[in-house]
């Protein structure tokens, strides 16, 4: 009797002991995390911000598991110098956050703000423009694979005068493929407050590939319908909002 209890015992004891290192560990309460990329041109909505010649961008990202969540990234631009035609700004620094939440299984939510800052750019400086700095506030909400979101600038937008209240609607999806590939459509649309022939539709077709090990690659065909009377021709010779093919290459951690 008393070997069969022990033998009972133990048997408990090994499977109490199995399910305890079978217990998955608990979610850690945030998390850090970094990319840094190139890409052959920086397109912001459908315009070149870098006169259609290749970017390094990088960035960091901090997510709480309550929703709330802070990032930074920045990329090389020369928009500032040759579409505005001012001395300085090649840089631009986006610091933003807010919060995510779910509605129910297949519906969540975002809200937040950005700043999408240009240390140094004297955009100001030149007749007809302001500061190119900028703030907006968005609302997001998904479903499923989809995501529509809008944005509504604070102030002036990108350097643009009397533009407080420009806004931006977008509609998106990502779809996965399947071995590693992912599709995403997309289609916005921009407002500029009180200027003429700023508004335009931007679209844009996304082919995502996860590499492994943090790498990811993108192709993307991207095309506006702006007009050139306002989207004009840079000093490098080139219209900012041209229809063109984007290649990319990113690594995170």
């Known amino acids: 009797m008393k070997l069969h209890h022990f033998t009972l015992s133990l048997i408990a004891l090994i499977a109490s002991t199995a399910a305890v290192s079978q217990t998955k560990a608990p979610e850690p309460p945030y998390t850090l995390s970094y990319n840094v ?45 040759n579409s505005v035609m001012a001395t300085d700004g090649s840089l631009e620094i986006d610091l933003y956050g807010g919060y995510k939440g779910s509605i129910s299984k297949d519906l969540s939510f975002d809200v937040g703000m950005i ?69 995403t459509p997309h289609l916005g649309h921009q407002t500029v407050s009180n200027a003429v022939n700023a508004d335009y539709t931007d679209y844009a077709l996304t082919l995502g590939k996860d590499l492994g090990s943090g790498w990811s690659a993108s192709i993307a065909a991207t095309g506006t319908d702006a007009d050139k009377t306002f ?8 219209w900012i909002s041209d229809s063109a093919l984007l290649v990319g290459l990113k690594y995170s951690f």
């Open 37 to 81: 990329g190139v890409t052959s041109d920086y397109r912001f909505r459908g315009v070149t911000q870098t006169s259609t010649d290749p970017a390094l961008q990088a960035g960091i990202d901090f997510a709480h598991k309550s929703g709330i969540y802070l990032g930074a990234w920045g990329s090389n631009i020369s928009w500032i110098k």
């Open 115 to 183: 700043r999408y800052q240009y240390p140094g750019n004297t955009a100001a400086n030149v007749t007809g423009f302001v500061d190119a700095n900028t703030t907006e506030v968005y609302a997001a909400l998904t479903y499923g694979p989809a995501t529509l979101k809008y944005s509504s600038s604070t102030g002036n937008f990108i350097a643009n005068t009397n533009s407080s209240g420009s806004g931006y609607l977008e509609l998106a999806a990502t779809f996965d493929l399947g071995g590693g590939y992912s599709l």
């Open 231 to 238: 989207y004009i021709i840079d000093s490098k010779g080139k």
